[in-house]
């Protein structure tokens, strides 16, 4: 087993109002449980607010869990010391949808993608510049693109960018938190494919999180969908026969088209 969730929470205090002490609670990710295996695709759906993105910094440890436990290759990294898991982190990356964001502006894309090889590998020259190389050309980035600032990158090439500089450290598991959303269709198309391609030549798990049934049904082995901080339903969409369930699943499925094979009777 690759990632095991076990009860996982976490509470926002939310102000409600300045002169009052009283807080509420946010429960934006409240006992949620779940696994992924070893070079699966897993998805993870559900609609605007409903955890995802709280979801996956947990994974990261970007922010803290109010309770539960999270174990990554057998460790529970949550109680990992900082150097123990600068190595795990190395093997876990994610990739969020603002693809600019991400990276520095006043740094070269080629200076972007050496800094992660420069933080976890002792390397020279050449090495890096090889394998930067390779890397680029398997995810069908131009050359040219590696002397450029990130700016004057179209979004799809940024997406690109920040998918190489997580593959460049091997990881075990990939998680792309909405990373097609702003994209257009076909640019969309071909970084599906490309997250396909990769996991079965890689080996490489991918937590695909997105509100994007149809993008989701096409990639993943299995599909979580969480509802309000609770995982309401797991679909095996591997199994051509699977029904769905929860009457929340049902709802969002209904916006796929009739004749999609995950709706025929
Ligand atoms: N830093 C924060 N402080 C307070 N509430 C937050 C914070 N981050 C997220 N939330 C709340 O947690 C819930 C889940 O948000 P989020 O994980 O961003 O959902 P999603 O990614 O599914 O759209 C929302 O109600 C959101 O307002
Ligand atoms: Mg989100």
């Known amino acids: 087993m690759l990632m095991e969730v076990h009860d996982l929470k976490k509470y926002y205090r939310k102000n409600l109002l300045f002169f009052r002490k009283d807080k509420a609670l946010v429960k934006a990710i409240d006992g949620v449980h779940f696994f992924i295996k070893e070079n699966e695709i897993v998805g993870l759906v559900g609609e605007s607010g409903c955890g995802k993105s709280t979801l996956s910094r947990l994974l990261v440890k970007l922010e803290k869990a109010t309770a539960g436990s999270i174990t990554f ?6 109680q990992l010391r900082k150097e123990e898991w600068k190595r795990c982190r190395k093997e876990c990356q994610i990739i969020f949808q603002d693809s600019l964001s991400a990276l520095n502006p006043s740094m070269r894309i080629r200076d972007i993608l050496s800094e992660p090889l ?6 020279t020259k050449e090495e890096k510049r090889s394998r930067i190389t390779e890397m680029t050309a398997s995810l069908k980035l131009n050359r040219k693109v590696l002397d450029k600032f990130p700016k004057s990158l179209s979004g799809g090439e940024l997406q690109r960018v920040n998918i190489c500089r997580a593959l460049l450290l091997e990881p075990k598991l990939l998680i792309c938190d909405e990373i097609v959303s702003s994209l ?3 640019i969309e198309a071909s970084i599906l494919a490309l997250l396909k391609r990769l996991n079965r030549e890689l080996n490489m798990a991918i937590l695909f999180i997105s509100h994007d049934i149809r993008a989701v049904s096409y990639l993943c082995d299995r599909v ?3 509802k309000k901080g609770k995982i309401v339903e797991v679909i095996d969409n591997k199994n051509p026969l699977y029904k769905v369930n929860h009457p929340y699943t049902k709802k969002l499925f209904s916006s ?3 004749n999609h094979p995950s709706k025929r009777e």
Do not use: F, K, T
């Open 184 to 186: 257009d269709v076909s």
């Open 224 to 226: 979580l969908v969480m």
């Open 256 to 258: 796929l088209p009739i």
């Open 118 to 123: 420069n933080n976890h590998y002792r390397l």
């Open 73 to 78: 290759q057998g460790e529970n990294i949550l």
